[in-house]
T-cell receptor, first 115, second 111 residues
Framework: DTGVSQNPRHKITKRGQNVTFRCDPISEHNRLYWYRQTLGQGPEFLTYFQNEAQLEKSRLLSDRFSAERPKGSFSTLEIQRTEQGDSAMYLC?????????????FGSGTQLSVL | DAKTTQPTSMDCAEGRAANLPCNHSTISGNEYVYWYRQIHSQGPQYIIHGLKNNETNEMASLIITEDRKSSTLILPHATLRDTAVYYCIVRVAPNNNDMRFGAGTRLTVKP
């Protein structure tokens, strides 16, 4: 169990550029979540996958955001035409199954700074 | 989902028990109480969860009142490494697929 891995740890970009983050969940975990966290706030849910299917998206996930999990393993989160308001920590989490005893395991996040 | 109310911050002396309260007065019968914590520069870490019975694991104890409108997370012997933001979350399982984190309680353990 190597934990949830996120890359890169830090990303600095200019407004208007596209960025892509990667998340490698714990192997055999079939659920994968993306969250966004700004300074002083708790994580906010963005979207989640069950295997390769994206089953739920928050209204926070504007059309500039897209997430994929093509083979039900790793996932990518892309932000197009970045804005300064996109600056945040992007967290990925995975779990083995849903249900009452679901435990989310989080990565250390990707810190995005949009200049 | 029911909303939760937690104090913004708390202090605790090293070696003493840390008792973190959470109010969830509108909780429904099928909603579970979860606790996570987030140490600086890391992602949140699962601590414990329960429905109506008190729960204990190697990290903490969870005490839920009989009416389920509030709960307390207990760290029996706090250490400096327990300094973190602690989140109390209620969610429906198995149908609800997202955890809604509030601002949490910033616990500072002091030597």
């Amino acid at each position: 169990d190597t934990g949830v891995s996120q890359n890169p740890r830090h990303k600095i970009t200019k407004r208007g550029q596209n960025v892509t983050f990667r998340c490698d969940p714990i192997s055999e975990h079939n659920r994968l979540y993306w969250y966004r966290q700004t300074l002083g706030q708790g994580p906010e849910f963005l979207t989640y996958f069950q295997n390769e299917a994206q089953l739920e998206k928050s209204r926070l996930l504007s059309d500039r955001f897209s997430a994929e999990r093509p083979k039900g393993s790793f996932s990518t989160l892309e932000i197009q035409r970045t804005e300064q308001g996109d600056s945040a920590m992007y967290l990925c989490a995975s779990s083995l199954n849903g249900g009452a005893n679901e435990k989310l395991f989080f990565g250390s996040g990707t810190q995005l700074s949009v200049l | 989902d029911a909303k939760t109310t937690q104090p913004t911050s708390m202090d605790c002396a090293e070696g003493r028990a840390a008792n973190l309260p959470c109010n969830h007065s509108t909780i429904s019968g099928n909603e579970y109480v979860y606790w996570y914590r987030q140490i600086h520069s890391q992602g949140p870490q699962y601590i414990i969860h329960g429905l109506k019975n008190n729960e204990t694991n190697e990290m903490a104890s969870l005490i839920i009142t009989e009416d389920r409108k509030s709960s307390t997370l207990i760290l029996p012997h706090a250490t400096l490494r327990d300094t973190a933001v602690y989140y109390c979350i209620v969610r429906v399982a198995p149908n609800n697929n997202d955890m809604r984190f509030g601002a949490g309680t910033r616990l500072t353990v002091k030597p």
